[in-house]
């Protein structure tokens, strides 16, 4: 169990380490032209995407394009939490220090950036990629790898 933790741990923290360097450059740059709380949300809305998908191959294996939509609409549940506490932290700052200069903001960013990221390995090991919900059913995997029989063999015999 613990192995397998280790893994899908190393994986999400590699994962989440591009994509937070990729939501904090894109925050910076979405910040000259826009308002914190519109530069965080559209900063997260381009890195969540790419960080489910990444997370649904690489941390929970999970291949092919079966579930991905329902993943990429989970995953947006789990970011609009994520939202919800970056933006908490961001208010917190405004109204706190309401002059406070940017790389307090960022700061304050970054901590509940990793309070959220804890919040959505939990959800997303827990809940959308949890094993049990891929997994077929017992009796439709006892059916399906059964071998076809003939329809000649389903009916009944004929007496003569």
């Not at 079966?66 to 700052?93: C, D, K, N, P, Y």
């Not at 990221?117 to 059964?146: K, N, Q, Y």
Request: glycine share 8%.
């Amino acid at each position: 169990m613990f192995k397998g933790l280790a893994r899908h741990l190393s994986a999400f923290a590699v994962i989440g380490a591009l994509c937070t360097v990729a939501w904090l450059l894109l925050y910076l740059v979405f910040r000259t032209v826009m308002p914190s709380l519109a530069a965080n949300a559209l900063s997260l809305v381009v890195t969540t995407v790419a960080n489910t998908a990444a997370n649904r191959r690489f941390t929970f294996g999970v291949v092919g394009s079966e579930g991905a939509l329902r993943h990429q609409i989970e995953g947006g549940v789990v970011f609009l939490i994520g939202l919800g506490l970056s933006s908490a932290g961001l208010g917190l700052v405004h109204l706190l220090a309401p002059s406070a200069p940017r790389a307090v903001e960022v700061g304050a960013m970054l901590v509940s950036y990793a309070v959220a990221t804890v919040v959505r390995f939990v959800l997303l090991s827990g809940w959308v990629f949890h094993p049990r919900r891929h997994a077929a059913p017992a009796d439709a995997t006892a059916e399906t790898d059964a071998p076809a029989l003939p329809v000649e063999a389903l009916e009944a015999p004929q007496s003569s």
